[in-house]
């Protein structure tokens, strides 16, 4: 049976619902992009950071991405999950995988850069994604530590394809 279709507005705006619930706030992930391309970019402003996670955001990819992700660290907070995956979540097992990989899936439209960045940010956690990383009764972030280093390395591609446009532009 056909049950009536989801607008993306709605969907939006759930994503960003779900992200405030979860004490994350777009400046939190535009910092992020702030620290990963200044050193390219030296002046690069925070508000261009924000615009451009902003439109990472606007891809169903990673709206889609972000609510599997959260709604499972959500449950698995509640103890909803079933053994043997509740603990697995929960204890957020380095072998576990299925993180990094929903959240690589959302990169790949960006291409090489998104996805070098992203496995730097797993690597080195960097902001917000340190402060989700640190286990100490902080509630079930497994899946979100990596959804936030998704959007961060892709918003990360977009604005050094972007700039290298721009550049590109000025000087024909
Ligand atoms: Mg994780």
Redesign the pocket.
């Known amino acids: 049976m056909m049950s009536e279709r989801v607008h993306s507005k709605d969907v939006k705006a759930a994503v960003m619902r779900k992200l405030e619930e979860r004490g994350v706030s777009l400046v939190d992930i535009a910092e992020i992009v702030l620290a990963m391309q200044s050193p390219y970019y030296p002046n690069l402003q925070i508000e261009q950071c924000i615009e451009s996670v902003q439109k990472v955001l606007e891809k169903r990819e990673m709206q889609h991405a972000i609510l599997v992700g959260i709604e499972l660290d959500v449950m698995a907070e509640k103890g909803m999950l079933s053994e043997p995956l509740q603990s697995l979540v929960t204890q957020?097992e380095g072998l576990f995988g299925c993180?990094?990989t929903l959240a690589l899936g959302s990169v790949l439209g960006y291409g090489s850069i998104a996805v070098t960045t992203f496995g730097h940010l797993d690597k080195h956690k960097v902001g917000i994604i340190k402060r989700l990383?640190t286990k100490v009764g902080n509630g079930v972030?497994?899946?979100l530590?990596?959804l936030i280093a998704s959007v961060a390395a892709s918003a990360s591609s977009r604005i050094a394809h972007r700039l290298r446009d721009e550049e590109e532009r000025g000087n024909p």
Request: charged fraction near 65%.
């Open positions: 957020d993180d990094e990383d972030h497994t899946f530590d990596d």
